[in-house]
């Protein structure tokens, strides 16, 4: 059973940055693959990013890429989300979420948090 607790959601200005942390409990961390998640009002669910068991892996959506970088503490078990430059169409429910393979589709996941609200004003 893996339970996860994200944070650090909140409103930011276009071109700004935020960071979202996931708390993850369980002794299995160290065996399951990390994923963030996202959705806005009226659409559906999408993946943001992804990281391997081991870290070494990583996978982002195309409108992510070079603006969004994931990692993880295996120690602490936390998940990471920095992400900068941020814009307005990056508003949305932001979810972590534990499967055991890194992949993009939110079928693969098994857990998930409850998330965290991420506003970005123009």
């Known amino acids: 059973q893996v339970q996860l607790a994200e944070s650090g959601g909140g409103l930011v200005q276009a071109g700004g940055s935020l960071t979202l942390s996931c708390a993850a409990s369980?002794?299995?961390?160290?065996?399951?693959?990390m994923g963030w998640y996202r959705q806005a009002p009226g659409k559906e669910r999408e993946g943001v990013s992804c990281?391997?068991?081991?870290?070494?892996?990583?996978n982002y959506a195309d409108s992510v890429k070079g603006r969004f970088t994931i990692s993880r503490d295996s120690a602490k078990k936390m998940v990471y989300l920095q992400m900068d430059s941020l814009k307005p169409e990056d508003t949305a429910v932001y979810y972590c979420?534990?499967?055991?393979?890194?992949?993009?589709?939110?079928?693969?996941?098994?857990?998930w948090g409850q998330g965290t609200q991420v506003t970005v004003s123009s």
């Open positions: 979420a534990a499967g055991l393979v890194a992949t993009m589709k939110p079928r693969d996941y098994y857990y």
């Open positions: 369980g002794s299995i961390f160290r065996m399951i693959a």
């Open positions: 990281i391997s068991r081991s870290g070494g892996s990583t």
